[in-house]
């Protein structure tokens, strides 16, 4: 079938070509304007507890669905007088007549220190996040700062924008940076311009592709700002790497003085088969994150799904037509011919294959301490919800996020709120008064409670009964509504922790306020704290699930193509120590901070909650395409002449420079996005980096030829029914 797909692309070559140059002309229009349409980072738990009572603030106590804070820096004033705050407010005065704006007042949160070089002021907006973030760059321009001051805008609408902008600046640098040095690599790799260029072309339309379909899937769902990145990251990568495979073996085939005809099928017929392997099995490793239940994973899904199937569709369709038109002159403009004829010697790979098995059992113990060592920072891994922390230092929102963290107290910002809803009745009644009462005393005794706020503590030290009739005043039951402490039905109680709201400590004060005894009353613990707490239990009950299927699917596939028992589950188990080894490397540098200076990257002092999981099921269907590919030609070998040792050996002299160069593209591409600005984007760089850099290396060339000569003929047994 591939045979005969193969000549027809050669047939209608030049048809293919034009109908791909209008499609990606089409696409990129469309592609470039995908990051104005992303509002959402995805990291919103929808439909958990904390969802459910953030939209019970917003719906029933009035509380603004979206704000924007600005935060003011002085070197000589007393921003704290007043003075200064009526400068401030009067600053603000076009900013108050929008008929968007709600309230703009100043931060009342209480400090950390006796600072008075920093204040603050919130600007409410009656306004959904999708509206607010189109109205962002007006207020923004309305926004001065008094005389002796600086002005640092801040807030979740102010840091999507900063992140769309720096989403776009990162498509263009990634593409800046990876292509050309991908492009001269492959010019290394291949000794000829022609050759080195066709890869190129198919990695930036698989990604250009992608990002067009998505624009259109963004008009009507809301996708995540950060699949972009990883779109572009993956595609260029993956598309390479699938493009490299088969113009090396249609250089192959036209050396066996093949018809270009010919050479198109056969190449498409052989590594055509391997490319639909591997797209198959990196698609599996795609669809483990659904078993996540967050927008940014099924986001990440969808761009993941998308390019791979994009790559797989271009180099089964454009660049065997583009192979067809170029035929032998695919090897014109030799660069380097001296170089290729080095790299076509196998001796060194031998000498390394033979080298490695002399010493089994040494090497194996070696490089798996190593990557042991590499894999314990993990133990330590802290994970968090990314905010304005995924910017560096010089986006506006970020500078303003990190004075805010030094002047006021992070759980005063960000405490853990309770809405409580009654059976029936309203909260002015006396019974919902004591219930309220009943279940504050309650949670006042939790360990790990600093303070509690609602609307009954707030009247002072009265009995129900007192508390009710006080209600009954007009004006102050519109003060406590204005306040949006309570209302209707609903009310809100203010939980303030001991410890910061990112803390372990403080996700199991939320679980305990979420097992106390709230009597009649109808409670749903919200805010940052339980957001955190949310989306980790979604992912700590997906995780298991996915893990699973990813590697049990993956050692059903190479059981089928082995007929073996054991060498599906190495390459499983090999898979794990690269990608543990990999996270490791990626807590050193993202929470530790060690080299991060040297890699411009600002430690953030956690990874990001997504980091793992996507990590994992990227690499873990990349890792396998190595896998089949060197196992597969070992085999052939060991069924020509049953030497198990030799086999190994001729496997890695034939595919080792194959491997070593794909790896090198991947290497060279998602390398390039650690020199972007979103700091997701750069720690999804530094994993992938090296996770396939360890796997193409130590694991790949080393380890594996290792375990080979250790199984001897162990490696090929199955029951007699599969063979």
């Given at each position: 079938?591939?045979?005969?797909?193969?000549?027809?692309?050669?047939?209608?070559?030049?048809?293919?070509?034009?109908?791909?140059?209008?499609?990606?002309?089409?696409?990129?229009?469309?592609?470039?304007?995908?990051?104005?349409?992303?509002?959402?980072?995805?990291?919103?738990?929808?439909?958990?507890?904390?969802?459910?009572?953030?939209?019970?603030?917003?719906?029933?106590?009035?509380?603004?669905?979206?704000s924007v804070t600005v935060v003011y820096e002085s070197n000589s004033l007393n921003l704290t007088s007043l003075a200064s705050r009526n400068n401030i407010m009067s600053s603000l005065e076009a900013v108050k007549k929008l008929p968007y704006v709600k309230q703009v007042s100043m931060n009342k949160t209480k400090r950390l220190n006796n600072r008075t070089d920093v204040q603050s002021a919130e600007i409410e907006l009656n306004l959904n996040k999708s509206d607010a973030l189109a109205r962002y760059p007006h207020i923004r321009n309305l926004i001065h700062a008094p005389?002796?001051?600086?002005?640092?805008?801040?807030?979740?609408?102010?840091?999507?924008?900063?992140?769309?902008?720096?989403?776009?600046?990162?498509?263009?640098?990634?593409?800046?940076?990876?292509?050309?040095?991908?492009?001269?690599?492959?010019?290394?790799?291949?000794?000829?311009?022609?050759?080195?260029?066709?890869?190129?072309?198919?990695?930036?339309?698989?990604?250009?592709?992608?990002?067009?379909?998505?624009?259109?899937?963004?008009?009507?769902?809301?996708?995540?700002?950060?699949?972009?990145?990883?779109?572009?990251?993956?595609?260029?990568?993956?598309?390479?790497?699938?493009?490299?495979?088969?113009?090396?073996?249609?250089?192959?085939?036209?050396?066996?003085?093949?018809?270009?005809?010919?050479?198109?099928?056969?190449?498409?017929?052989?590594?055509?088969?391997?490319?639909?392997?591997?797209?198959?099995?990196?698609l599996i490793g795609m669809l483990g994150m659904l078993f996540i239940d967050l927008p940014v994973m099924r986001a990440l899904c969808l761009g993941g799904v998308l390019v791979v199937f994009s790559s797989v569709l271009l180099s089964h369709t454009l660049l065997l037509a583009l192979l067809g038109i170029l035929g032998h002159q695919i090897?014109?403009?030799?660069?380097?011919?001296?170089?290729?004829?080095?790299?076509?010697?196998?001796?060194?790979?031998?000498?390394?294959?033979?080298?490695?098995?002399?010493?089994?059992?040494?090497?194996?113990?070696?490089?798996?301490?190593?990557?042991?060592?590499?894999?314990?920072?993990?133990?330590?891994?802290?994970?968090?919800?990314?905010?304005?922390?995924?910017?560096?230092?010089?986006?506006?929102?970020?500078?303003?996020?990190?004075?805010?963290?030094?002047?006021?107290?992070?759980?005063?910002?960000?405490?853990?709120?309770?809405?409580?809803?009654?059976?029936?009745?309203?909260?002015?009644?006396?019974?919902?008064?004591?219930?309220?009462?009943?279940?504050?005393?309650?949670?006042?005794?939790?360990?790990?409670?600093?303070?509690?706020?609602?609307?009954?503590?707030?009247?002072?030290?009265?009995?129900?009964?007192?508390?009710?009739?006080?209600?009954?005043?007009?004006?102050?039951?519109?003060?406590?509504?204005?306040?949006?402490?309570?209302?209707?039905?609903?009310?809100?109680?203010?939980?303030?922790?001991?410890?910061?709201?990112?803390?372990?400590?403080?996700?199991?004060?939320?679980?305990?306020?979420?097992?106390?005894?709230?009597?009649?009353?109808?409670?749903?613990?919200?805010?940052?704290?339980?957001?955190?707490?949310?989306?980790?239990?979604?992912?700590?009950?997906?995780?298991?699930?996915?893990?699973?299927?990813?590697?049990?699917?993956?050692?059903?596939?190479?059981?089928?193509?082995?007929?073996?028992?054991?060498?599906?589950?190495?390459?499983?188990?090999?898979?794990?120590?690269?990608?543990?080894?990999?996270?490791?490397?990626?807590?050193?540098?993202?929470?530790?901070?060690?080299?991060?200076?040297?890699?411009?990257?600002?430690?953030?002092?956690?990874?990001?909650?997504?980091?793992?999981?996507?990590?994992?099921?990227?690499?873990?269907?990349?890792?396998?395409?190595?896998?089949?590919?060197?196992?597969?030609?070992?085999?052939?070998?060991?069924?020509?002449?049953?030497?198990?040792?030799?086999?190994?050996?001729?496997?890695?002299?034939?595919?080792?420079?194959?491997?070593?160069?794909?790896?090198?593209?991947?290497?060279?591409?998602?390398?390039?996005?650690?020199?972007?600005?979103?700091?997701?984007?750069?720690?999804?760089?530094?994993?992938?980096?090296?996770?396939?850099?360890?796997?193409?290396?130590?694991?790949?060339?080393?380890?594996?030829?290792?375990?080979?000569?250790?199984?001897?003929?162990?490696?090929?047994?199955?029951?007699?029914?599969?063979?």
């Amino acid at each position: 079938m591939l045979w005969r797909w193969g000549l027809i692309v050669h047939r209608l070559r030049w048809m293919v070509v034009a109908i791909s140059v209008v499609i990606f002309l089409l696409m990129g229009t469309y592609a470039r304007q995908l990051p104005g349409l992303l509002k959402d980072n995805g990291f919103e738990p929808r439909g958990s507890e904390s969802s459910r009572g953030l939209n019970l603030l917003e719906n029933e106590l009035g509380v603004p669905p979206s704000s924007v804070t600005v935060v003011y820096e002085s070197n000589s004033l007393n921003l704290t007088s007043l003075a200064s705050r009526n400068n401030i407010m009067s600053s603000l005065e076009a900013v108050k007549k929008l008929p968007y704006v709600k309230q703009v007042s100043m931060n009342k949160t209480k400090r950390l220190n006796n600072r008075t070089d920093v204040q603050s002021a919130e600007i409410e907006l009656n306004l959904n996040k999708s509206d607010a973030l189109a109205r962002y760059p007006h207020i923004r321009n309305l926004i001065h700062a008094p005389s002796g001051m600086k002005v640092y805008v801040n807030g979740p609408t102010a840091t999507l924008y900063d992140i769309q902008k720096a989403t776009k600046k990162d498509l263009s640098k990634s593409e800046i940076l990876g292509l050309p040095i991908a492009l001269v690599v492959l010019v290394l790799i291949f000794g000829s311009l022609w050759a080195a260029i066709l890869p190129v072309i198919v990695g930036v339309m698989s990604v250009a592709c992608t990002l067009g379909i998505a624009y259109f899937i963004a008009l009507k769902y809301s996708l995540s700002n950060f699949m972009p990145n990883m779109v572009t990251m993956v595609g260029l990568a993956i598309g390479i790497d699938y493009a490299l495979f088969v113009v090396s073996r249609f250089r192959e085939e036209l050396a066996r003085q093949r018809a270009v005809s010919t050479a198109v099928a056969r190449t498409c017929q052989m590594a055509g088969k391997s490319i639909l392997f591997s797209g198959f099995a990196v698609l599996i490793g795609m669809l483990g994150m659904l078993f996540i239940d967050l927008p940014v994973m099924r986001a990440l899904c969808l761009g993941g799904v998308l390019v791979v199937f994009s790559s797989v569709l271009l180099s089964h369709t454009l660049l065997l037509a583009l192979l067809g038109i170029l035929g032998h002159q695919i090897n014109r403009f030799a660069v380097l011919p001296s170089l290729r004829k080095k790299r076509g010697n196998t001796a060194a790979w031998e000498r390394i294959a033979f080298t490695v098995m002399k010493k089994p059992v040494a090497v194996v113990l070696l490089m798996s301490g190593l990557l042991v060592l590499l894999m314990l920072p993990v133990g330590g891994m802290k994970l968090g919800v990314p905010s304005a922390e995924v910017l560096p230092p010089t986006y506006e929102s970020r500078q303003g996020s990190d004075l805010l963290k030094e002047t006021y107290d992070e759980r005063e910002l960000n405490p853990i709120q309770a809405v409580v809803q009654t059976d029936g009745g309203t909260v002015w009644q006396e019974r919902t008064i004591r219930d309220i009462r009943a279940f504050t005393d309650t949670i006042s005794g939790l360990a790990g409670v600093k303070r509690v706020e609602s609307y009954v503590t707030v009247l002072g030290d009265h009995t129900p009964e007192q508390t009710a009739l006080m209600l009954q005043n007009g004006g102050l039951r519109q003060r406590v509504e204005n306040l949006r402490l309570a209302k209707g039905s609903t009310a809100v109680i203010t939980v303030v922790p001991r410890s910061t709201p990112d803390s372990k400590q403080a996700s199991d004060l939320v679980r305990q306020l979420r097992k106390a005894d709230s009597g009649s009353l109808k409670v749903s613990i919200t805010g940052m704290s339980a957001s955190r707490m949310d989306i980790m239990d979604r992912i700590n009950r997906g995780l298991p699930a996915m893990v699973g299927f990813v590697m049990a699917i993956t050692y059903f596939i190479l059981f089928a193509a082995f007929r073996s028992v054991l060498l599906p589950l190495k390459a499983v188990l090999m898979n794990v120590l690269s990608l543990g080894a990999s996270l490791g490397v990626v807590v050193i540098v993202f929470q530790k901070g060690l080299l991060a200076h040297l890699l411009h990257i600002t430690s953030i002092g956690y990874v990001s909650i997504v980091l793992p999981v996507t990590i994992f099921c990227v690499v873990f269907g990349i890792s396998m395409d190595y896998e089949v590919f060197l196992i597969s030609r070992i085999k052939e070998e060991y069924e020509k002449t049953g030497d198990n040792e030799k086999s190994t050996a001729v496997g890695l002299t034939k595919t080792g420079g194959l491997i070593t160069s794909a790896a090198l593209i991947l290497i060279v591409v998602v390398g390039s996005f650690v020199f972007t600005d979103i700091e997701i984007t750069k720690a999804l760089g530094v994993g992938l980096f090296s996770a396939i850099f360890i796997d193409a290396t130590f694991i790949r060339v080393i380890v594996v030829p290792a375990l080979m000569k250790l199984m001897g003929r162990a490696n090929w047994w199955a029951p007699a029914w599969v063979k």
